[in-house]
């Protein structure tokens, strides 16, 4: 009997494997994986350019930024910016189209999500799992470096920001604390579990929750 578990989703520290261990699962179980792809179809959804999605990704924009936007949206004509481009590029619209994003890639089958909000959109989805990864800072820095070349002492600076701009980006546009532990049903901490482990973990998980199933149905 299939699974009832045919959802994942991965909130991430910065650095603490969220990548690697979506991709892990998704070879171990055979499911899509939407991690940085996601930039691509949202921009792909709302017809921009891709490096414009890009730089705000899972941003939440602040007062000025804001301001900014909507002075643009009804003045356009302070800066040669096209009108299209300027809607397009709304922060509530680049979530919204996200969130369409992530919602066609759950209907369509077994995935595993990584970021974006996913663990608030699919809070209530029947067959989700939702795990989130932590690890100390000074693994996460390492590897980070590892993976785009930079010194330790800027992936130092760098983790805190990004996790705090994640913290607010699903505040802002969803209402919950990424830091409230009752938003998932497993924490990992990659600093002492290995990827590789973690996403036996998660499997073994999942596979617990089909066994439950299949008993309550037989």
């Not at 909507?70 to 509530?92: G, K, N």
């Amino acid at each position: 009997m299939a699974s009832p578990i045919d959802l994942i989703t991965i909130t991430r520290e910065f650095g603490a494997g969220g990548g690697e261990l979506a991709a892990t699962l998704g070879a171990r179980l055979g499911w899509t994986v939407l991690d940085r792809d996601i930039v691509r179809r949202t921009a792909e959804r709302l017809g921009v350019d891709e490096e414009a999605i890009a730089a705000r990704d899972e941003h939440a924009p602040g007062l000025l930024e804001r301001l900014g936007t909507t002075i643009l949206r009804t003045s356009p004509e302070i800066i040669s910016v096209p009108p299209d481009d300027v809607q397009a590029l709304d922060p509530d619209r680049i979530a919204g189209a996200v969130r369409e994003v992530l919602r066609a890639a759950a209907a369509a089958g077994p995935a595993v999500i990584v970021g974006h909000g996913a663990a608030a959109i699919f809070a209530d989805h029947p067959r989700a799992l939702h795990v989130k990864l932590v690890a100390p800072l000074a693994q996460r820095a390492a590897r980070i470096c590892a993976r785009v070349g930079c010194h330790a002492k800027e992936a130092f600076g760098l983790a805190p920001r990004v996790d705090a701009e994640r913290v607010s980006y699903m505040r802002q546009f969803y209402g919950r604390d990424w830091r409230d532990p009752m938003l998932f049903d497993l924490q990992i901490n990659t600093g002492r579990v290995t990827i590789d482990d973690a996403a036996a973990l998660i499997e073994s998980l999942a596979a617990s929750h089909a066994s439950r199933e299949a008993m309550a149905h037989g």
